[in-house]
């Protein structure tokens, strides 16, 4: 499983889209085997959601996510876990424990969102 949250700092950025940059989690048997820091490539003609499939991305963990990006990550068949908070680390834990389950938390309303 490869989960990719978007990230300030360490925390969960409340809007996929607008993260500065996206933590990459390789999950294995349970536990987080590896990690990286991805930039975010920006929000033009949908960089954003190509660096997910490209990356082999399997799950998205976000505070929101707006209702396009939504719908071509699954198109991919990316699972998409919204309303996570606090810090990244916290919000994986959450998730591997079955605690943290795929839930439809609307945009956190920062833009359109393709409203």
């Given at each position: 499983?490869?989960?990719c ?26 536990k ?27 799950h ?16 991919h ?26 839930a ?9 969102c393709?409203?």
């Amino acid at each position: 499983m490869k989960i990719c949250v978007p990230m300030k700092s360490t925390m969960v950025h409340n809007h996929f889209g607008k993260a500065p940059e996206f933590m990459l989690l390789v999950v294995e048997e349970g536990k987080v085997v590896s990690r990286e820091k991805v930039p975010n490539p920006g929000r033009e003609k949908g960089a954003v959601l190509e660096l997910m499939p490209a990356h082999g991305v399997t799950h998205v963990i976000a505070g929101g996510m707006g209702e396009r990006a939504k719908g071509i990550l699954k198109e991919h068949n990316i699972v998409i876990v919204t309303g996570a908070l606090g810090s990244i680390d916290n919000a994986v834990d959450r998730f591997l424990k079955g605690e943290l389950k795929p839930a439809e938390v609307p945009c956190c309303n920062e833009n359109l969102c393709g409203k």
